[in-house]
């Protein structure tokens, strides 16, 4: 990674070295490597954004400052940096706009504020945080979002200890990202199931969910080796 940023830098356009940081950082945190990626994110924000790159014609969707926020929150999130993570996540909101891509909003939201949020111990934001998120992709006919939101709402009711309805939300949303092939039901989210259904003394049940949560991990669905 490293050796990719020094020889992009050594091309002499600004512009391409600001970006490689940031794919670099990107792709770091979405591989489980938050530590070399929080190098590369947070020093995206402090260069020097004004000098143009006449040889690139167009911006790339990754270059938008809230996602920029959101990577580097998450990287500080895996890493514990809770405090940090979630002013960089708040950060991320704070360059929304009205004319963003979609994409943009459902990225800030679901990798972003609906995993750092609920750890920062705010349980109404959270709370609103996926229903923000459930709304929009309702409203805008986007059910990969759709389920993304039903499960971190699912996820928040068994931490908030409403096992019955935690249980039946994930399970339904689980099963739809098994029917479309949909890689989004990670561990975190069987792990959850696990422990609701533990809640409601359906201990065999649990154990099952436990081990297809493990299965993932391994196979590296969407796992963090906190390095």
């Known amino acids: 990674a490293k050796k990719t940023s020094r020889l992009i830098g050594g091309l002499g356009a600004p512009a391409l070295s600001r970006t490689a940081d940031l794919f670099m950082g990107s792709a770091l945190v979405l591989l489980g490597k938050p530590r070399q990626a929080r190098e590369y994110l947070e020093r995206y924000p402090k260069a020097d954004h004004s ?19 959101m990577y580097l929150s998450l990287a ?13 996540v708040q950060a991320s909101l704070d360059w929304l706009r009205a004319t963003d891509h979609p994409s943009v909003l459902f990225c800030v939201l679901c990798y972003g504020v609906c995993r750092i949020v609920p750890t920062s111990g705010d349980l109404v934001a959270a709370e609103q945080s996926n229903a923000r998120l459930t709304e929009v992709a309702t409203r805008m006919g986007a059910p990969f979002w ?9 996820k928040l009711m068994v931490d908030l200890g409403d096992f019955a309805q935690g249980v039946a939300v994930l399970q339904d949303a689980i099963d739809t990202c098994r029917q479309t092939g949909w890689p989004m039901a990670y561990p975190e989210f069987r792990c959850a199931l696990a422990m609701g259904l533990a809640g409601l003394g359906q201990l065999d049940a649990a154990l099952a969910a436990v081990n297809e949560g493990l299965d993932g991990a391994s196979q590296g669905e969407h796992g963090h080796d906190h390095d």
């Open 51 to 69: 000098t143009p790159d006449q040889r690139r014609p167009f911006e790339f969707a990754v270059e938008h400052p809230a996602l920029t926020r």
């Open 146 to 154: 759709q389920t993304a939101g039903r499960l971190g709402s699912g």
């Open 76 to 88: 500080l999130w895996v890493r514990g940096h809770i405090d940090r993570a979630w002013r960089e």
